[in-house]
Structures are given as structure tokens and as C-alpha cells.
């Protein structure tokens, strides 16, 4: 177990290589003036993807490949992007949608009402394991009317349905004689947003060129570079040098980068929660009086201080930046005799050696995180070390991605959330059929809550915003009476950018401030 002088000592080293790195950048200035000619972003980023499908794999890269009938604006309310109207029935099981005729996919081809309902097909189809399967399983059939003419018919009504629709488009003809999740296509996509895939040097960047024939706002910054950059330092480093242009900065990386002349700093409030997932296989986690025991027993104003350095705030629930939010549930307050309480009335027995017993077994778990995440590090090890209060002896293990599987793990450093509809990222990660044990659901806890199901099935059907409301605010209570998760923070996402780079629209972003691009191709440098 981490100590937390030790904790201290790494964040305080932490800071001084990130400093002197930083200085080891400024001999590289001259580097960054030459490229400062190239019209070209390149934009740091924390990992690589294993795939570019947009049904398959959640990337931050969609917004430029591809677009969808709708597309989130910069209040993250979905409009029509390639649909040009959507008339819904006034039974609300009908969906006529009309799309642009002017929309070509990167290889010229047109796109058709083929299209989209070869994607929303493919979504559907188990044999492609789409982890959006959920947000159509209420499709009950789909009729083309011409090619630019479809109806979308559901079973029953369903409320997030145009924030479904935008799904990014994928072009039929390219996957005949294909599977879907060993297509080429997976390595080079063809979409039809505004840029198109150059080149992907695997383990060092993919290169994205404008796309001249897109349908929309045609790009003024000619190459999107993603330069694969895992470790923070050397993102922090390689922005003050000018070897990139924009990155998510850790929250100890922002008063220093501050200072650089050529940067600019958004400091973009954010969906994107921290917190620790019990996973429900691991019987310690049977008992609720223990789960909300280690939730009294964090101390999340000092996460928000010592390792946000104040960017970002407390959380108690997946929707608390949400118009649904419900502000009376248990905030869990840092209460260490609460959680005391607690774990006695579950007859766990504090023993001479700090730590607390029950039937020959002590209170112990290992938090696991992703090593190339300091933030989730840092937090394992703070709360670590604070569980000691409550007399929970708890281990931090700190692995590469490629050695985590989420479902092993007694307790997983988690970060979710989303910006949009409530449905979104509630259903697939707590819904008990969306188990990733048994489908391709987010639920890695294997959490399940008859009464959380019915409330996310309720959500999505109920027409009635007020009656929404009420739904989405009776399933935080139960998340509250019966936590799958520890929320620690939300987190602030604090990009740096070239000053010179204008157009960015700041909106309420997702998971690892992702949706910052979403419109790019509205971006332009000042001096070139």
C-alpha cells in the first residue's frame, strides 16, 4: 500500500520533472518557430486506437471523420447535420427522415439512405458486438423510400432518439464481401466528414488531411495531426516547445503552462467523473453498508484540492452536471464516524491492528488504474491511504491498460460520463443486460438492481419531460441507496493551445474532455 508521504513525494517529483523538462524545451523554441509555417494542428494525444469504426470503438476522432443524420451543437443539443428534416409521428413511432443529396463519402461515393440503414443494421447485428447496440434496440423495421427518403419505425417511443441518431454514417459498399469486425475499413475508415485519413503511422501518429468535397464547413487547417503521446510530462513538455499545438493538461501541469507566451489555456467544465467501481463479483461488495461505508470515507474535498488543484468539483452522482440532476440524494460528506458506523453494523470488528475483521477475513481490496493516468494514480493512493481511518487495508495496483481487465479487478478507478442525454451512459452502464460479461455493454461492475432497471427502461420510453425528470432523479436516489460506484470528482478538462489557433466553441464536454474538436473545421490559424 502506498504511503501518503510517499504520495507527497511523487507528486512533488512529478512537478519538478514536468519543470524541468519544461526547461529543457525552451532550447527547443526554434523548432517550434519553423512549424509554425505548416498549416497543420498537431494535437497530443494520450493513447492510441486499436480501431477508427466509429461502432465499434469509442474514439475523440469522430467529429472529423464522419458525421451523423444529427450532430451535437455547442450546447450539446442534437440539429440536423446530414438530415435535412426529421417528422416524427404524433404517436411518436414513426421517424421520416429527408437527407442532403450533396453528401459524398472520402472515396467520391454519394451518401444514401443505404447507408444509414446499413449502419443502424450493423449496430444491431450481434455478430458485429457494436456497443450501441442499445441506443436502437428499439428499432423495430426500417423502410427506404428513395435514396434520400427512409422511415425508421420503433416498437414504442423512445426519447433519446435523435440524440441516437447521431451515430456517425458508414459507407455500405466499402464493407461487401467483408465482416465488419475484420474489415480493412477498421484501419482505414471512409467517412464523410470534413477531414480524411492520410496516413497512420502505428505507435506514432495518424495524419489527417482536409477533405475538399465535404459537405459543410470546409477546413481551413490543411493536416490534423494525432501525435500518440502516453506519458503527461512529455505532453506538457512537447506543448511548451511548440512540437504540438494542443493538449489535456494534467491539472499540476496548468500554472506553469500558464506562463508560456505562445499558449492560451480553456479551462472547459466538463461530464467526466472520477470514482472507484466496486465490481459485484467480489463479495466484499455484496454488503451495501461497506460500499457506502468507502463512500463516507473519502474525502473528496481534498481530491479536488491536492490533486485538481481545484479544477474540478465534488461528485455524488452520474448526472450531477445534468438538467435532470437530483441535488437531495446522499452527497456522502467525508464522514469517517458514519462510515464506522457503518462496517460495525455489518460486524466488521476493528482489531489491534488498525484494521477490521469479520469471520477471519480482514477488509481489504486493491483499487486497480491505468499507470499512464497520474490523476486516477494519484486519487487511488490518496483514498487509499485515507480508507486506514475507517480500517480498510487497501492495496493500489497501477498497471499498463494492456494488463487491466476490468471485470478481474476488485475495485477499478473508474472515469465516465457524458454530456448528453440522460440516457446516455446511465443505460449501458448500469442496466444488469448490459453486463460486459455478457454483452457489449459498459456495465464492468456486473451491477444489478431490478429497480435501476426498470428506471432506465423507464427513461427512455417516457415522452413527458417533466415526468423525464422525475424518472431520471428517482434513479440517482437508488445509485445512492445502492451505489455501483464511489464518485470522487468531477474533472475540469484544461486544455493549452497555440494563441494563435482561433474558432474553438467552447461546450460541456464528455469523458477525458472529449468533444473539444467537434468543430474543427471551424479552426484557423491567425498566421498562416
Known amino acids: 500500500m502506498k504511503k501518503f508521504s510517499v504520495f507527497i513525494l511523487l507528486f512533488i517529483l512529478s512537478l519538478a520533472g514536468c519543470s524541468n523538462e519544461s526547461s529543457q524545451g525552451e532550447e527547443k523554441q526554434p523548432s517550434a518557430a519553423s512549424s509554425s509555417k505548416a498549416n497543420e494542428l498537431i494535437y497530443a494525444s494520450e493513447s492510441e486506437f486499436a480501431g477508427l469504426n466509429p461502432i465499434l470503438e469509442e474514439t475523440n476522432l469522430d467529429a472529423l471523420l464522419f458525421r451523423g443524420l444529427m450532430r451535437f451543437d455547442e450546447h450539446n443539443v442534437p440539429v440536423y447535420d446530414i438530415a435535412k428534416s426529421v417528422d416524427i409521428s404524433d404517436d411518436l413511432l414513426t421517424y421520416t427522415i429527408m437527407i442532403r443529396d450533396d453528401v459524398t463519402f472520402h472515396d467520391g461515393q454519394v451518401l444514401t439512405v443505404d447507408d444509414v440503414m446499413f449502419t443502424i443494421n450493423s449496430i444491431l447485428d450481434d455478430a458485429n458486438g457494436s456497443y450501441l447496440k442499445s441506443d436502437f434496440i428499439h428499432v423495430k423495421a426500417m423502410q427506404k423510400v428513395n435514396d ?28 461487401e464481401g467483408q465482416e465488419m469486425r475484420t474489415a480493412t475499413f477498421n484501419q482505414e475508415p471512409i467517412g464523410a466528414g470534413p477531414y480524411m485519413v492520410e496516413q497512420w503511422d502505428k505507435g506514432t501518429s495518424l495524419t489527417l488531411k482536409a477533405y ?10 490543411e493536416k490534423v ?6 506519458d503527461s510530462n512529455v505532453r506538457a513538455l512537447q506543448l511548451k516547445s511548440g512540437e504540438v499545438d494542443i493538449a489535456l493538461l494534467d ?3 496548468v500554472e506553469e503552462l500558464s506562463k508560456v507566451e505562445q499558449l492560451k489555456m480553456y479551462e472547459v467544465e466538463s461530464a467526466d467523473y472520477r470514482g472507484v467501481l466496486f465490481n459485484m463479483k467480489y463479495p466484499l461488495w455484496k454488503d451495501v453498508n461497506v460500499r457506502k461505508a468507502i463512500s463516507y470515507g473519502t474525502d473528496r474535498a481534498g481530491i479536488v484540492k491536492g490533486i485538481l488543484h481545484g479544477y474540478g468539483t465534488e461528485a455524488y452522482s452520474p448526472l450531477q452536471k445534468h438538467a435532470y440532476v437530483n ?19 455489518s460486524g466488521w470488528i476493528l482489531a489491534d491492528d488498525g484494521f477490521r475483521y469479520k469471520d477471519g477475513n480482514k477488509l481489504a481490496f486493491t483499487i486497480t488504474a491505468p499507470i499512464t493516468d497520474t490523476v486516477r494514480v494519484n486519487m487511488a493512493n490518496y483514498v487509499a491511504q485515507g480508507y486506514k ?3 480498510a487495508d487497501v492495496e493500489v495496483a497501477a498497471l499498463d491498460w494492456s494488463n487491466i481487465v ?3 479487478t476488485q475495485a477499478f478507478m473508474v472515469g465516465w460520463g457524458s454530456p448528453y442525454d440522460a440516457d446516455h451512459h446511465t443505460y449501458s452502464l448500469f442496466y444488469s443486460g448490459e453486463s460486459s460479461v455478457t454483452s457489449a455493454g459498459y456495465n464492468y461492475g456486473s451491477y444489478a438492481n431490478a429497480k435501476v432497471d426498470a428506471l432506465l427502461e423507464e427513461g427512455r420510453t417516457t415522452v413527458d ?32 493551445i497555440n494563441k494563435n489557433i482561433s474558432g474553438v466553441k467552447e461546450r460541456i464536454l464528455g469523458h477525458h474532455g472529449a468533444g473539444f474538436l467537434w468543430n474543427v473545421e471551424e479552426w484557423k490559424w491567425n498566421d498562416r
Open 148 to 175: 434520400t427518403t427512409m422511415t425508421i419505425e420503433l416498437d414504442e417511443p423512445f426519447t433519446p432518439m435523435l440524440d441516437k441518431l447521431t451515430v456517425p454514417i458508414l459507407p455500405k459498399h466499402v464493407f
Open 212 to 221: 475538399p468535397s465535404f459537405f459543410g464547413t470546409k477546413a481551413s487547417i
Open 225 to 230: 495531426i494525432f501525435k500518440f503521446i502516453p
Open 251 to 253: 491539472p499540476n501541469q
Open 327 to 345: 441535488e437531495n440524494i446522499e452527497h456522502y460528506t467525508f464522514d469517517v464516524e458514519k462510515a464506522n458506523e457503518l462496517l460495525e453494523k
Open 389 to 391: 481511518e475507517i480500517g
Open 406 to 408: 476490468i471485470e478481474d
Open 465 to 496: 419531460p417533466e415526468k423525464r425528470k422525475e424518472v431520471y432523479k428517482a434513479l440517482q436516489e437508488e445509485l445512492a441507496e445502492d451505489p455501483p460506484f464511489a464518485y470522487f470528482a468531477y474533472v475540469d478538462a484544461v486544455y493549452g
